[in-house]
């Protein structure tokens, strides 16, 4: 599949998901997670934030009251109208949205001191084209923050063919060692790497927000079903039944680079 097939793919899949998926986020317990994704990334009053892949806002929204500005960007102009949405329902002031591609992002070099990426790299074809478009756009010594899924090497192949059933537009999700290897040649250091397990979450709330083509949603719940029955994870999502739901988790990454 060619790059712009692909971003067609993108923008159909996320237009079909953008209500459920800003409702699935927008869900999520506080929990004094806003404050620690804030400490975590270094925000700092002063900053000035591009947040890459923005979908229905989460991240920027969460970083708003701890910067001076954030921009979010996006491929999908669903998804930025429910980020607009939440911005408005959460009183928002100092966000704003553009439409845009990650591998030639409409920003001046070094326009901004943090630029963070949340969720997207697994549906990039060449996720480090789209890494080097975020350092170029961060000032020295700013921070490059990448925030995805990364499964187990032994579990990488399984975790892709289930989700890329799910999801069509779903290309890879790199495992840590690769998060770790996309500043190389960059003027990035070396990224502090953050490890983390997403919460658990509700297998048929996910599966309302998805729209495969290659297979029904009810053959979908069916795998995960057996999967969490048998309690091997052979598809690499952690499915485990709790009291009648099915329940699945995943390990994810967060890599902060200072750009040199």
């Given at each position: 599949?060619?790059?712009?097939?692909?971003?067609?793919?993108?923008?159909?899949?996320?237009?079909?998901?953008?209500?459920?998926?800003?409702?699935?986020?927008?869900?999520?317990?506080?929990?004094?997670?806003?404050?620690?994704?804030?400490?975590?990334?270094?925000?700092?009053?002063?900053?000035?934030?591009?947040d890459v892949c923005c979908g229905a806002g989460a991240i920027a929204l969460d970083l708003a009251p701890y910067v001076a500005r954030v921009t979010g960007l996006d491929l999908t102009p669903a998804m930025l109208a429910?980020?607009?949405?939440?911005?408005?329902?959460?009183?928002?002031?100092?966000?704003?949205?553009?439409?845009?591609?990650?591998?030639?992002?409409?920003?001046?070099?070094?326009?901004?001191?943090?630029?963070?990426?949340?969720?997207?790299?697994?549906?990039?074809?060449?996720?480090?084209?789209?890494?080097?478009?975020?350092?170029?756009?961060?000032?020295?010594?700013?921070?490059?923050?990448?925030?995805?899924?990364?499964?187990?090497?032994?579990?990488?192949?399984?975790?892709?063919?289930?989700?890329?059933?799910?999801?069509?537009?779903?290309?890879?999700?790199?495992?840590?060692?690769?998060?770790?290897?996309?500043?190389?040649?960059?003027?990035?250091?070396?990224?502090?790497?953050?490890?983390?397990?997403?919460?658990?979450?509700?297998?048929?709330?996910?599966?309302?927000?998805?729209?495969?083509?290659?297979?029904?949603?009810?053959?979908?719940?069916?795998?995960?079903?057996?999967?969490?029955?048998?309690?091997?994870?052979?598809?690499?999502?952690?499915?485990?039944?709790?009291?009648?739901?099915?329940?699945?988790?995943?390990?994810?990454?967060?890599?902060?680079?200072?750009?040199?």
């Amino acid at each position: 599949m060619s790059d712009e097939s692909h971003k067609t793919q993108v923008i159909s899949q996320f237009t079909q998901q953008a209500e459920g998926y800003a409702r699935l986020t927008g869900s999520m317990e506080d929990g004094g997670r806003r404050a620690k994704f804030a400490v975590l990334v270094g925000a700092r009053a002063d900053d000035v934030v591009l947040d890459v892949c923005c979908g229905a806002g989460a991240i920027a929204l969460d970083l708003a009251p701890y910067v001076a500005r954030v921009t979010g960007l996006d491929l999908t102009p669903a998804m930025l109208a429910q980020a607009q949405t939440a911005q408005v329902q959460r009183g928002v002031t100092n966000a704003d949205w553009r439409q845009g591609d990650v591998y030639a992002l409409p920003f001046a070099d070094a326009a901004f001191s943090l630029v963070t990426c949340g969720a997207a790299l697994h549906h990039m074809t060449d996720p480090r084209a789209a890494f080097a478009e975020l350092v170029r756009v961060c000032r020295p010594g700013g921070r490059v923050v990448v925030r995805d899924v990364t499964p187990a090497a032994a579990k990488s192949a399984a975790y892709d063919r289930m989700e890329i059933l799910r999801d069509p537009s779903h290309t890879h999700a790199l495992t840590v060692d690769e998060v770790s290897q996309l500043g190389e040649g960059l003027p990035v250091g070396v990224p502090a790497l953050h490890a983390s397990e997403a919460a658990d979450l509700p297998l048929d709330a996910i599966l309302a927000a998805s729209f495969p083509e290659a297979i029904s949603i009810a053959a979908l719940r069916a795998m995960f079903y057996e999967d969490a029955r048998a309690g091997q994870d052979r598809l690499g999502f952690r499915a485990r039944l709790v009291g009648g739901d099915i329940l699945i988790s995943y390990a994810q990454t967060t890599a902060i680079w200072v750009r040199r």
